[in-house]
């Protein structure tokens, strides 16, 4: 049973930070993230508000409440990067992602505006990481809740594992419930 939950928790897997830079990882991760909105809005494509509504494991978001934290991560983390690109190590500002998918505009705002979002934003995203040199990747922010250095290299593995992560969730219901 726990196991089981984990699984359905960690569909692909926790994340796991690499321990150095890689030049063709980051390549890689890059066309991960760029991928997203397409294979996110091809995931959600026809399901009902029913279907929109229906959390992936019990104790989890619902589908429509994932699609709108991949939109509110994903900003806070393009915003991230433009910080440590153009201060020295700035404390980046968390946020409590829970309760940000309590909100009302995230357990029933339309998912098209997210979709959208993500689509647009990581336009702009990928052109900056296609851009980015090796020093650029070693920049860093700092993370309070992690009380440490993030080089932006690892946040791209990061964000290319969330996004995959993320789909998973909603591909893996929409398999069990034969959708």
Known sequence: MEQDIEILRYPIGKFTAPDKFRKGEI?????????????????????????????????????????????????????????????????????????????????????KLSLDLLKNLHKRWIILLKLLTKEDLHRTFFHPQKNRAQPLFEVIALYAWHSNHHLAHITVLKKRRNW
């Not at 996110?40 to 929109?52: E, G, R």
């Not at 153009?86 to 998918?101: G, H, K, R, S, V």
């Open 27 to 111: 390549k890689r991760q890059i066309k991960e993230i760029d991928k997203l909105p397409k294979r996110l809005k091809d995931a959600v494509k026809n399901l009902s508000a029913q279907q929109l509504d229906t959390p992936y494991r019990d104790g989890g978001w619902t589908i429509r409440q994932v699609v709108h934290h991949l939109a509110d991560s994903h900003i806070n983390s393009y915003c991230r990067f433009r910080f440590a690109l153009t201060e020295a190590n700035p404390t980046i500002l968390p946020y409590l992602e829970a309760q940000w998918a309590e909100l009302p505009d995230a357990k029933s705002g339309d998912i």
